[in-house]
């Protein structure tokens, strides 16, 4: 077995809407079936006996190595505690090879229980041995490590309930919710809207206390110390009992309370000078509680006990420790809802004011306190006491938290109870904490949990929002960028700040912030995190959607335009129509309930989709009597077609008319796939809610240039003769292109053109062979990138396609798109037609131009390529002789 690719599919992808490791496994003869190999699958079982069924293939048929590493992938997983259920393992069409999908949650752990299930596999295979305890035991781990901690993952978690999307920043807990301008974020518990003066007056403790007490809120005497001397001085001033601890600190680092003695003092100092500055303040008798406080409500309580252990006249100190930390909920950092308590310094005076060592055997039933402040962070424990607190005792902490100005605070508060009020008591506050834990509340060791990332949510977004933007993903075999750029300037004709993705960049309110294919995953993923950014308009390209899955987990419209056999198949195990079918209606699986896909109505592929969208379905269509466009109409649903010159946009009782003599992008109707494209975009529009105003205002201004759509039906004028610059490159395209260039008049037609290598034979050939029944005069020309194809192999494919060609005359060969280009138009006179089929899009849009704007009159140039039978034989079937390459440097000559 060979494992010959792995990728990580990020978002909604081909197999499922989960998150999903993809391996292309590539299995021997004797891998094949396993059934006739036994011994290989009880070595695996006694290896591995949560396995599972190794004989069940979904699609029918011999279960082959792959689909057991696609059982052991996800058992490992699951094993480890990862919440996942998918897997899936299909054939390609290449005998022996397999492609295997495994959900994961964390993709490290994913692509590490791959990498162990191949070991296992391995190891079943030649008797070997494997490890389980310790495999699950490195997957546990790195589990903990990859996924969020307790506070940031009750947040994220909340957001999800509310449909709120996020994105991981970073590797941390710096994480974005929402999209666009509509996105906030937040760091563990710490959210964007409090200030780096806020948190910076929280670490800062002698300061908080001096805030506090001004504003009326009980806090301890006490003050910062220079050294260690000074810091005595302070306690004595003080009076003992005292709490040592840092000026600027958080999670219970070097805090020791309760210190009476010397030597306890020098060592709690010695804890906290490690943080920095040291404080020392009078010590508050009673109960430590933490009181969450969101926005200006509290939201949750808990009284904190420090750790301890209860004697049992049998194990020391030490044992009793040892027993208290095999509790599954206590673990080394903040992943679990406990922490373990740890035998130090600190730990260690403690034991001693009791008269005690780590060694020591307490008497049976007696409490053992190793320290005396009860951080969940130091081993402590918490009990929700949310239902009891005084309305007074909430009142001072929201106090406290407002005068520090923290969104998101952590109070704590010693004494007695929490039942009365702080002033009755002699209580007070004695820390304000930014970004506080808030797994103490989530999971307390006793009483009720709370729900406190709701809290933060609900004070982030009070509306109700869910923090989205509207989303139009566009995908398809043609159209797909000019359908983007105008569904964006509907958008943007309605007063929102559009952000699109295309095959020619990324757009953010019309300012181009990235250059070249745009069309996948990555890009669109940054449009989503531009905070400047009202809607989205993605072109969604089959590569993104094959290397990562989609961006965004669902969208408000999606777009399909049309489907055609020339788009890639053969590439990345896409082979079939019935293949690129099944890939791009991702998008439509992924419509929001309360969106709508906009369906080609006359490509049967495409209007298939219409089942298995969540949401609503418009249907467009040039006629509108096809029996899609009719059947739909009938049942009130929303329709798009043309009729007497008009785009007609109808639903139920209500009907639009957009006139296509105000469409430029159309030319008064006669281009019929930019007429499809216009229909498209305004659907989508529609779906938006966008005004017929708007509408309207949107489908006049948009200019089919190139620099509006670069490469897209570009119209120049040159010397009286017709330019037209297109990026068409598979013979769905290049036909649409012939159906419009038909409709416009011209003296002569002709056609630069060259192919894609990374096409099938056939692709290539079909394209000459549609151009040859609508052009005189054909230039075929090499581009630069042959795309894996042999010198001249691309050239003699479009060669035999224009075999038999009924109307060509003249066919030239030459390498170099601009020289080909330059060519062409030498022999243009007022009245021709030129289809220029560009490959190059930005460098030769410049170069046709640098030509056109040439301002010097150009002198006719003599016709040295007289067409004769003979010739036309030569160059239909042949290379150019040398005689046509002086002919072809003497017309370059002209051009200077």
Same mark, same amino acid.
């Given at each position: ?71 052991? =992938?996800?058992? $490992?997983?699951?094993? &480890? #505690?990862? *919440? @996942?259920?998918?897997? !899936? ?118 300061? =908080?206390?001096? $805030?506090?007490?001004? &504003? #009326?809120? *009980? @806090?301890?005497?006490? !003050? ?673």
């Amino acid at each position: 077995m060979e494992v010959t690719r792995i990728r990580a599919l990020r978002g909604p992808n081909l197999w499922s809407r989960h998150t999903a490791i993809e391996a292309v496994i590539m299995c021997q003869t004797h891998e094949r079936d396993l059934r006739a190999a036994p011994a290989f699958e009880k070595r695996l079982r006694e290896l591995f006996p949560g396995v599972g069924s190794l004989h069940i293939n979904k699609h029918g048929g011999p279960v082959s190595i792959a689909h057991v590493l696609e059982s052991i =992938t996800l058992a $490992l997983q699951a094993q &480890a #505690g990862c *919440p @996942v259920t998918f897997s !899936r393992t299909t054939p390609t069409e290449i005998e022996g090879t397999f492609q295997v999908a495994v959900q994961y949650t964390e993709e490290a752990v994913g692509r590490l229980a791959l990498e162990r299930a191949q070991q296992l596999c391995q190891a079943a295979a030649e008797d070997g041995s494997f490890d389980l305890a310790a495999v699950l035991a490195e997957l546990r781990e790195l589990d903990e490590d990859e996924r969020f901690g307790p506070s940031t993952g009750s947040i994220v978690e909340a957001a999800l309930k509310r449909g709120i999307p996020f994105k991981r920043l970073t590797s941390g807990s710096l994480v974005q919710l929402g999209w666009g301008s509509r996105q906030r974020r937040i760091q563990a518990a710490e959210v964007d809207g409090t200030s780096a003066i806020a948190e910076s007056i929280a670490q800062d403790k002698d300061l =908080t206390k001096k $805030l506090l007490h001004a &504003a #009326g809120v *009980p @806090v301890p005497s006490g !003050r910062p110390a220079g050294d260690l001397e000074d810091a005595w001085v302070a306690a004595q001033e003080i009076g003992l009992p005292v709490v040592v601890k840092p000026q600027d600190g958080n999670q219970g680092k070097g805090v020791t309370v309760g210190v009476t003695e010397r030597a306890h003092f020098d060592a709690a100092y010695q804890s906290a000078a490690q943080y920095g500055g040291v404080m020392v303040e009078r010590y508050l008798p009673g109960h430590d509680f933490r009181l969450l406080v969101v926005g200006d409500k509290l939201v949750a309580a808990a009284r904190r006990d420090p750790p301890l252990v209860i004697g049992d006249g049998v194990r020391t100190v030490r044992e009793l420790v040892a027993e208290v930390n095999t509790d599954p909920r206590r673990g080394e950092g903040h992943g679990t809802s406990l922490t373990k308590i740890r035998i130090d310094a600190i730990a260690e005076a403690r034991l001693a004011e009791q008269g005690l060592t780590p060694d020591s055997t307490p008497s049976k039933e007696q409490r053992v306190v190793l320290r005396n402040n009860a951080n969940l962070s130091t081993g402590g424990t918490a009990t929700d006491v949310t239902d009891s607190v005084h309305p007074e005792v909430a009142a001072r902490a929201i106090e406290a938290a407002q005068t520090v100005g923290l969104d998101i605070c952590g109070v704590d508060v010693v004494c007695e109870t929490v039942t009365r009020p702080l002033e009755e008591q002699s209580g007070g506050i004695v820390e304000v904490n930014a970004a506080p834990g808030l797994r103490m509340h989530l999971s307390p060791s006793f009483g009720k949990g709370r729900d406190v990332g709701d809290a933060v949510i609900d004070h982030m977004y009070p509306d109700g929002g869910n923090g989205r933007i509207p989303i139009i993903a566009v995908t398809g075999t043609n159209g797909k960028t000019t359908t983007v750029r105008l569904a964006a300037h509907l958008l943007k004709a309605s007063g929102l700040r559009v952000g699109m993705t295309n095959t020619d960049g990324v757009y953010v309110n019309g300012r181009q912030i990235d250059s070249g294919d745009c069309s996948g995953p990555r890009s669109a993923r940054n449009v989503l995190a531009h905070p400047d950014v009202d809607a989205a308009v993605l072109e969604t390209a089959r590569g993104g959607l094959l290397r990562e899955g989609l961006a965004f987990d669902r969208c408000d419209v999606a777009i399909v335009t049309n489907l055609g056999a020339g788009d890639h198949l053969g590439l990345n195990y896409i082979t079939t129509l019935e293949d690129l079918k099944v890939l791009k209606r991702v998008i439509v699986l992924n419509v929001a309930p309360t969106g709508t896909a906009v369906l080609n109505a006359v490509d049967p592929a495409v209007a298939g989709m219409a089942p298995y969208c969540p949401g609503q379905v418009t249907f467009f269509a040039q006629d509108g009597s096809h029996p899609v466009i009719a059947a739909h109409r009938a049942q009130g649903k929303r329709v798009v077609f043309v009729e007497r010159g008009d785009m007609v946009c109808v639903e139920g009782n209500f009907t639009k008319r957009l006139p296509l003599a105000r469409v430029p992008l159309t030319r008064k109707g006669q281009i019929g796939f930019q007429v499809e494209n216009a229909m498209a975009s305004v659907a989508a529009a529609w779906a938006m809610g966008v005004s017929w105003n708007a509408i309207q205002k949107g489908l006049a201004t948009f200019i089919n240039d190139q620099h509006g759509v670069p490469g897209r039906f570009n119209v120049f004028d040159y010397r009286g003769a017709t330019l037209i610059a297109d990026y068409g490159h598979n013979p769905d395209a290049i036909a649409a292109l012939v159906a419009g260039v038909q409709n416009m008049p011209a003296r002569r037609r002709s056609v630069v053109i060259s192919g894609a290598g990374d096409r099938r034979d056939e692709d290539i050939r079909d394209q000459t062979r549609i151009l040859g029944t609508a052009f005189d005069d054909v230039i075929l020309y090499q581009d630069a990138c042959q795309r894996g194809r042999a010198d001249g192999e691309v050239l003699a494919l479009l060669r035999q396609g224009l075999r038999n060609a009924p109307r060509v005359r003249y066919v030239e060969e030459i390498h170099g798109e601009f020289i080909a280009i330059d060519s062409a138009l030498a022999r243009l006179k007022a009245g021709d037609l030129c289809l220029i089929l560009i490959d190059q899009v930005e460098q030769a849009l410049a170069h046709i131009q640098q030509r056109v704007a040439e301002v010097a009159p150009i002198k006719p140039i003599k016709r040295r390529f007289a067409v004769s039978k003979s010739v036309h034989s030569h160059r239909l079937h042949g290379r150019r002789s040398d005689k046509a390459s002086y002919q072809q440097a003497t017309v370059r000559a002209a051009f200077r």
